[in-house]
């Protein structure tokens, strides 16, 4: 292996001891075993680095892991284990044959990394991360901002979605991943983008910037007259639920805020109705992913396209780099910058932990909820 010397034996980290409530399961510990190449597989080895993790952005997967409500298929195979998927961290250590497969790292970079298959592994001083998700993060940006970014990727391939000139309202305008998205929307040429959030003002300043937001607490956003008259070209729905509001429109006969497919209209969502979803066998997984989006999307591109939207369940997300890629070049543009939810970054203690969990668990983060675990790069 490629690796630093001197590397400890044990760490802190965070550690899961089952599932249930947050304060009851989640505590940072020492002495946990430090993960090496080694460990893994043959086999899976050459696509795995090990970093030194400097900050770990949170994501609705670390809490569902945690609850237990898809553990058959999301859950750890033991305890304790230690949480969170999304990180920015120092390679210490590369395959052997790191050249001759092309990755693109060597160690001491500073990189930054999405979770490649389950949210879990990242929340601690090291960590084993695939290399196929993972680029190096721009000169300037922060390793908190930079685990931020890489957590929000996904907002770069809902952007590819948007073409110049298309007015778009974006629910859930003020997480995570919606705080990114707004700006790569400006970026595209958007003419209009409106943001539905519990915190609106903050919608309206830098770098969201969107040109209108909306209180879905005082304001429903299906029912509002200037957007029935002129109506979206897109509606990207990161909440949830958006949906049903529409066809309860169609129903009642009141004009939709959206064009219909007929017309170029799209409804976007990466999301199912109920965000907060149980599910305990594959069977279960197809009846709320599966079959609900193919057939919405087969009905709103048929006989009911001169009516709905084109229905999109946009969950893809590809193992491969050029996402981040992307997301980085994006960030030493300028054009993307990253956004935190200012409680945060939480400090790498039990309580800090608890606390970024706790504020990913609300729903209702402004921007991407970080743990600063690290300033030593080496």
């Known amino acids: 292996m490629l690796t630093t010397p001197n590397l400890p034996d044990t760490m802190l980290a965070a550690q899961g001891k089952d599932y249930g409530p947050i304060d009851d399961m989640i505590s940072v510990q020492g002495g946990v075993k430090v993960p090496h190449l080694d460990d893994l597989p043959a086999k899976t080895r050459s696509k795995y680095m090990l ?18 409500l898809t553990k058959e298929l999301q859950g750890p195979p033991s305890f ?7 990180c920015c961290g120092v390679v210490m250590e590369l395959p052997d044959n790191a050249e001759k497969l092309k990755i693109p790292f060597h160690v001491g970079d500073r990189v930054a990394a999405r979770f490649a298959e389950v949210p879990r592994g990242a929340l601690g001083e090291y960590a084993l991360v695939s290399s196929l998700v993972a680029d190096k993060v721009p000169e300037g ?7 931020a970014l890489a957590s929000a990727s996904p907002a770069t391939l809902l952007a590819d979605r948007i073409q ?9 305008a003020g997480g995570g991943v919606g705080s990114h998205l707004c700006q790569l929307l400006r970026n595209k040429g958007a003419s209009l983008v409106v943001g539905v959030s519990l915190n609106p003002g903050r919608l309206l300043e830098s770098p969201i910037s969107c040109d209108n937001a909306i209180d879905y607490t005082k304001q429903d956003v299906f029912s509002m007259a200037e957007y029935q008259k002129e109506p979206f070209d897109a509606i990207i729905d990161l909440a949830a639920g958006g949906w049903p509001k529409l066809l309860e429109s169609t129903h009642n006969k009141t004009p939709l ?10 409804y ?21 992913f599966l079959f609900p989006s193919l057939w919405r999307a087969m009905i709103s591109r048929t006989w009911r396209r001169s009516k709905l939207p084109s229905y999109t369940y946009a969950i893809e997300l590809p193992s491969t780099r050029p996402v981040m890629t992307r997301t980085m070049e994006l960030a030493r543009e300028g ?19 608890r606390d970024a969990f706790r504020t990913q668990e609300s729903r209702h983060a402004q921007g991407k909820v970080v743990v600063h675990v690290s300033d030593k790069q080496l």
């Open 51 to 68: 970093l030194k993790i400097l900050s770990v952005s949170m994501a609705p997967g670390d809490c569902r892991v945690l609850s237990g």
């Open 80 to 86: 304790p284990y230690i949480p969170g998927g999304d």
């Open 141 to 147: 940006i922060s390793s908190d901002g930079a685990a």
């Open 164 to 172: 110049k000139d298309e007015r778009v309202l974006v629910i859930g």
């Open 257 to 266: 805020i959206v064009k219909p497919a007929s017309k170029g209209g799209r």
């Open 268 to 288: 976007i969502t990466t999301a199912p109705d109920n965000p907060l979803f149980e599910i305990h066998s594959m069977w279960a997984a197809l009846k709320v």
């Open 335 to 353: 054009v993307l910058e990253p956004v935190m939810d200012p409680k945060g970054p939480f400090a790498f203690t039990t309580d800090g932990v």
